[in-house]
C-alpha cells in the first residue's frame, strides 16, 4: 500500500507523543531511527465476515478477509511489525456457535498474530472448550495474572513473552479481568486471579530489569474507563499506578479511541492507553521510533477497516 493511500484509510487524528524525552521529528530527521509497528485488535467476538452495505451502524465495514489485507500491505511497508490482540476472540457469531473457536484461532494463525491474550468470552465454552482449541493458534496466549496451574490451561499460556526486532527487544505481558462474576464458575474451575496491579509492577520489573527490553506493552481486558464506576480498576488506572510501560492495548468495554490516550505514570512520565471498539471494525496502529540512544516516540491511529 502506498503511503498516501494508507493516510486516506486512516483516521484523520493521531498522537504525536514523545516517551523518553525526544520529540517525534527529531527521530524522523535521522536515518538511523528504528520503527516498530505495533497493530492491534481487541473484542472480535468470532465477526469473520463485514457487515454488509445494507448495515445502519458499520456499512461495509470489518471482515476478516479484509483485515488480512490491511495487516498484508502494513508488514510490506514495515517489516519490523507486531499483530496483537487484547482478547474475547470468541463469542458473538453463528461461527462461534458452530465451530467453538476453531475457526477463530486459524484465521488469526492466517493473519500471522503474534499474540494474544484472554478475555471473559473466551472461556463462554468453559476451560476445556478453550483448551480443545488451542491447537488451531499458532501463537502464544499471554496471562499474567491468571493462574492455570490447577486446570488444564497449565503450561499453555505464557506471563510474558520478549520479541527481539531489529535490534528492539519488546516485553509484552497480559492482564485479564476478574472472571467471577462474569463467567461461571464451572466455565474457568480453578482459575485463580492475581491482582492486577501487583502483576503489572512485577512483570515489569522482569521485563526491563531482568530482560532489559527496550519497549514494554500490556495487553488488557480490565476495560478502558467505568463512567458508572469511577473507582473500578481499569486500564486508565493501571497506567496511573504503575511504570515502565510504554502501551496498554486494551479490551472490554468496546471503546473506540480515534487516538491512544496519554496517561502520566506514577513517574510522571508519558505512555500511551489505546483500544479499537469492537468486531474488527477498526485495527489500531502504534509507531514506535527509536534513535541511535533508544530513546523512543510514537505516532498512533485507528484504522477502519
Known amino acids: 500500500m502506498k503511503r498516501r493511500d494508507f493516510i486516506q484509510q486512516a483516521s484523520t487524528t493521531t498522537a504525536l507523543i514523545t516517551l523518553g524525552g525526544v520529540g517525534l521529528q527529531s ?13 492491534h485488535t481487541n473484542d472480535v467476538h468470532s465477526h469473520i465476515d463485514p457487515f454488509g452495505p445494507e448495515d445502519g451502524k458499520y456499512p461495509n465495514m470489518g471482515g476478516v478477509a479484509r483485515r488480512a489485507s490491511l495487516v498484508e500491505s502494513i508488514r510490506k511497508e514495515n517489516p519490523n511489525t507486531l499483530l496483537l490482540d487484547a482478547g474475547d476472540i470468541f463469542q458473538g457469531t453463528p461461527y462461534f456457535n458452530y465451530y467453538g473457536g476453531e475457526l477463530e484461532f486459524k484465521l488469526m494463525s492466517m493473519l500471522k498474530y503474534d499474540a494474544a491474550t484472554l478475555g471473559n468470552h473466551d472461556f463462554d465454552n468453559g476451560i476445556d472448550g478453550l ?9 502464544d496466549f499471554i496471562c499474567s495474572n491468571y493462574d492455570f496451574s490447577n486446570t488444564i490451561m497449565d503450561t499453555h499460556t505464557k506471563p510474558y513473552k520478549v520479541f527481539m526486532i531489529d535490534g528492539i527487544k519488546i516485553g509484552i505481558f497480559g492482564l485479564g479481568i476478574k472472571l467471577k ?8 474451575k480453578e482459575t485463580k486471579y492475581l491482582d492486577p496491579i501487583e502483576t503489572a509492577q512485577e512483570m515489569t520489573r522482569i521485563l526491563k530489569t531482568e530482560q532489559h527490553c527496550d519497549l514494554v506493552i500490556c495487553l488488557s481486558h ?6 458508572e464506576k469511577p473507582d473500578h480498576l481499569c486500564d486508565l488506572k493501571v497506567a496511573e499506578l504503575t511504570k515502565d510501560i510504554d502501551l496498554i492495548i486494551g479490551g472490554h468495554t468496546h471503546t473506540f479511541l480515534p487516538k491512544p490516550t496519554v496517561v502520566k505514570n506514577n513517574e510522571g512520565q508519558n505512555m500511551l492507553v489505546n483500544q479499537v471498539g469492537y468486531w474488527g471494525i ?18 498512533g491511529t485507528s484504522i477502519i477497516v
Open 282 to 299: 477498526n485495527l489500531g496502529r502504534i509507531d514506535f521510533y527509536f534513535d541511535c540512544d533508544k530513546n523512543k516516540s510514537a505516532n
Open 181 to 188: 462474576g462474569l463467567v461461571d464458575s464451572d466455565n474457568y
Open 27 to 39: 527521530f524522523i530527521r535521522k536515518p538511523n531511527t528504528k520503527q516498530i509497528t505495533i497493530l
Open 131 to 139: 483448551y480443545a482449541q488451542l491447537p488451531h493458534a499458532k501463537f
Open 222 to 227: 480490565l476495560g478502558y474507563f467505568y463512567k
